[in-house]
């Protein structure tokens, strides 16, 4: 069985991604306008009433937007923990209780073809998770929103062919930025915020040794950060470690607003 992985949007702005296997096909948060969702999936050719589930990483919305637009028109059941739930009641609106599926961070659980991992993250939201999703013998992973790499996420990613991990800000531009306050820089650097381009080079390289060989730099900011330094600083961390990217390892940004690199895995 093939298990198919392609960010639609990732970013500051909005983030969901698409992952299927057999003839489940879901999406890992809905964090944009449902139109625009929507017109993501069919530019895979992918009908937005043929997904299966959406499972959500946590309240944010950057990862909720669409979630209730997309359920109700659709009849899509939402899979999320119960804090996450709770937390994302009021900007999602009403999911019928039917639609609503409830897991525990850290069991995994299965949506008919496609067993998911979800695994706790530091991040300033409920009950935040990443998720790992095996299918046919492959697994894919996203992990962005992280205030810092834990021990416990590099081993829970240990290993995945490929994955979207975040790159969020550049430091210096974050800190040079007018728009933004120094309670919101404080949040963004703290370990409960994201990881920074240097933070997701230290990851790669502590990835690649387990065998990490794909990976989608993903959840840019749009005022902080560009994809140029984010590739910029993990292709340094990585050539200074003698790893060829490229060769030894692929690099893509997963884009904030538009489709990215699509995998297709496994048997
Ligand atoms: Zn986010
Ligand atoms: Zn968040």
Same mark, same amino acid.
Request: cysteine-free.
């Given at each position: 069985m093939k298990l198919t992985f392609c960010p639609l949007f990732s970013g500051s702005s909005g983030n969901a991604i698409y992952v299927s296997a057999g003839d489940t096909r879901m999406l890992i948060d809905a964090g944009m306008p449902g139109k625009a969702i929507e017109n993501a999936l069919r530019a895979i050719?992918? #009908?937005? &009433? @043929? #997904?299966t589930a959406i499972a959500v990483t946590h309240e944010h919305t950057d990862h909720t937007k669409g979630v209730g637009i997309l359920s109700r028109k659709y009849h899509i059941p939402i899979y999320a923990n119960e804090r996450t739930f709770e937390a994302m009641a009021k900007t999602v609106g009403e999911i019928p209780k039917w639609d609503r599926r409830y897991f525990e961070t850290g069991e995994d659980f299965y949506v008919n073809d496609l067993a998911l991992h979800p695994f706790s993250i530091p991040h300033d939201a409920a009950e935040p998770v990443g998720y790992r999703i095996f299918a046919g013998g492959a697994s894919v992973a996203v992990a962005t929103d992280m205030g810092y790499m834990q021990k416990n996420v590099l081993k829970t990613l240990a290993g995945t062919p490929v994955m979207v991990l975040e790159s969020n800000y550049d430091p210096a531009l974050l800190m040079q +930025?007018?728009?933004?306050s120094l309670f919101l820089k404080q949040r963004i650097r703290s370990n409960h915020g994201h990881l920074s381009n240097e933070d997701s080079a230290n990851s790669l390289l502590a990835l690649y040794e387990t065998g990490v060989r794909h990976v989608l730099l993903g959840h #840019?900011?749009? &005022? +902080? +950060? @560009?994809p140029e330094l984010a590739l910029t600083t993990a292709v340094e961390k990585l050539t200074e470690n003698g790893i060829c990217v490229g060769e030894d390892v692929t690099l893509d940004i997963a884009w904030r607003d538009r489709v990215s690199r699509m995998f297709i895995l496994g048997t």
């Open positions: 050719d992918v #009908l937005p &009433e @043929t #997904l +930025n007018p728009h933004y #840019l900011s749009a &005022e +902080n +950060n @560009t």
